[in-house]
């Protein structure tokens, strides 16, 4: 696997936009702490997270393509099928990805994946409304931002729900992925 900075790197050189990279930064703090939680790999968590979305930069205008694109970059940068395999799970479901349109997410770090790079949506739609404050977010505040399906109306509430698979509590996730963003809040430019 390549290190950290690496994968940066691999991102940075494709045009990113602030908001995306901030999104990437966010997934991979959230999958860190959830393998902690899990005892899974935290490195190998944070990484999937991170390199989510690695073609979102060559695919965004071309939906059909995102998660598809990723492995011939993934593979180029040395990472297995495994890797690239969990990475393109969260875009199974998907009508607007036909290849993966009728795939089915099946283990914890793909229901992790999906519900964690999800949530950022919302956690950072509320941080923003609160005047860019995270440091005193609390999880009941954001679970009535979840339920407000107004509120980052484009996060898909069902997506989120599949962190429930993993036999973790909608409240804990919630929780944890806010401890999450606030130990990085600086990198994302919020308070």
């Not at 994968?7 to 990437?24: C, V």
Request: aromatic residues 8%; negative net charge.
């Amino acid at each position: 696997m390549i290190t950290r900075t690496e994968a940066i790197n691999l991102l940075t050189s494709m045009p990113q936009e602030k908001s995306d990279m901030n999104h990437y930064l966010e997934t991979e703090a959230i999958m860190r702490a959830l393998a902690k939680k899990f005892g899974e790999d935290e490195e190998y968590w944070g990484m999937i997270g991170l390199l989510h979305d690695a073609d979102w930069a060559v695919t965004k205008n071309n939906w059909a393509e995102h998660t598809i694109k990723a492995e011939a970059i993934l593979k180029k940068n040395g990472f297995d099928d495994e890797f690239i395999k969990t990475i393109q799970s969260h875009g199974y479901g998907m009508g607007e990805i036909p290849a993966f349109k009728d795939k089915k997410r099946e283990n914890k770090i793909e229901f992790s994946l999906a519900a964690s790079e999800t949530l950022t949506g919302i956690i950072y739609a509320y941080a923003l409304m609160r005047g860019r404050k995270i440091s005193n977010m609390e999880a009941k505040g954001l679970k009535k931002k979840f339920k407000d399906k107004r509120f980052a109306q484009n996060c898909n509430r069902e997506l989120i729900l599949e962190i429930e698979k993993t036999g973790m509590e909608l409240s804990e996730f919630l929780e944890l992925s806010i401890g999450a963003i606030k130990e990085i809040k600086n990198e994302l430019d919020l308070i």
